[in-house]
């Protein structure tokens, strides 16, 4: 099963949003409602930010928000901040009970 | 507070077996499903397996063959076994906790496996 198709970088000066893709097939993010989101700062592990495509952990600002709409699924950062400079995946259920994670997005706070 | 800490060695050998040790505190392992995740260094994440409490495994298709999942409920831990490795296994593996069958919520920091001979 393929990756999921992320734009490799984003970038947004502070106060802006910044919009990320994700992008499957009908197999994975199109077929289900299982897309989460991980914020990932350099030398550390992932972060949960987003998931089941809309839904925020406890403690996850709500600047943070996720959408989807056919085989494409969405992390908007809204009022971006510096703190939110980071790397971004996507991840969906493949079917089959597998899973599977976008390339990632480096988000740039200009 | 859930802490997930990743254990084993840092250097394998190509074409022999990769172990990890995931040791879990601030909750039972007896709940949920807990995962393994990888990442080669400066590139993405890959997902390798998952295991429920009731021991059955799922496994990433592109891995299966050389994957191997188990837990201890006495010591709060599962592990991992990955064989046949060669240099493209090198990455910073991960252990998650999988709350609610979809999504990774408590993460361990990582170890760094490097596969040289």
Sequence with gaps: QSALTQPPSASGSPGQSVTISCTGTRSDV????????????????PKLIIYEVS?????????????????????????????????????????????VFGGGTKVTVL | Q??????????????????????????????????????????????????HTSGTTNYNPSLKSRVTMSLDTSKNQFSLQLSSVTAADTAVYYCARVPNWDYFDYWGQGTLVTVSS
Excluded: H, M
């Excluded at chain 1, 897309?35 to 990932?40: D, G, L, T």
């Excluded at chain 1, 600047?63 to 901040?81: C, D, E, H, I, M």
């Excluded at chain 2, 505190?25 to 397996?49: A, M, N």
């Design chain 2, 2 to 51: 859930v802490q997930l800490q990743e254990s084993g060695p840092g250097l394998v050998k190509p074409s022999e077996t990769l172990s990890l040790t995931c040791t879990v505190s601030g909750d039972s392992i007896s709940t949920f499903y807990w995962s393994w995740i990888r990442q080669p260094v400066g590139k993405g994440l890959e997902w390798i397996g998952r295991i």
């Design chain 1, 55 to 99: 839904e925020r952990p406890s403690g996850v600002p709500d600047r943070f928000s996720g959408s989807k709409s056919g085989n494409t699924a969405s992390l908007t950062v809204s009022g971006l901040q510096a703190e939110d400079e980071a790397d971004y995946y996507c991840c969906s259920y493949g079917g089959s009970n597998n899973w």
């Design chain 1, 30 to 45: 199109g077929g289900y409602n299982y897309v989460s989101w991980y914020q990932q700062y350099p030398g550390k592990a």
